[in-house]
């Protein structure tokens, strides 16, 4: 979720990067930290689509539902 106009005009000074797990397949997702503490998503295929946004409190919902097993 876009939360203002700065958060729009942002992904294009944020340094994305991918996992080291991830192969040279192309089949990835880049994470890039906001500087509000929000972190922006996008497919390592498409960098120049527009990437996803999610607030530092989404994040850390989702990083804590992947540690917890909520995914598998």
């Given at each position: 979720?876009?939360?203002?106009?700065?958060?729009?005009?942002?992904?294009?000074?944020?340094?994305?990067?991918?996992?080291?797990?991830?192969?040279?397949?192309?089949?990835?997702?880049?994470?890039?930290?906001?500087?509000?503490?929000?972190?922006?998503?996008?497919?390592?295929?498409?960098?120049?689509?527009?990437p996803?946004?999610?607030?530092?409190?989404?994040?850390?919902a989702?990083?804590?539902?992947?540690?917890?097993?909520?995914?598998?």
């Amino acid at each position: 979720m876009i939360n203002n106009v700065h958060d729009v005009l942002e992904p294009e000074r944020v340094v994305f990067r991918k996992s080291s797990y991830s192969g040279e397949n192309g089949q990835c997702v880049e994470v890039g930290q906001a500087a509000d503490g929000g972190r922006w998503l996008r497919d390592s295929k498409s960098p120049a689509s527009p990437p996803y946004y999610f607030t530092a409190g989404e994040w850390d919902a989702f990083i804590r539902g992947v540690k917890d097993g909520e995914f598998d």
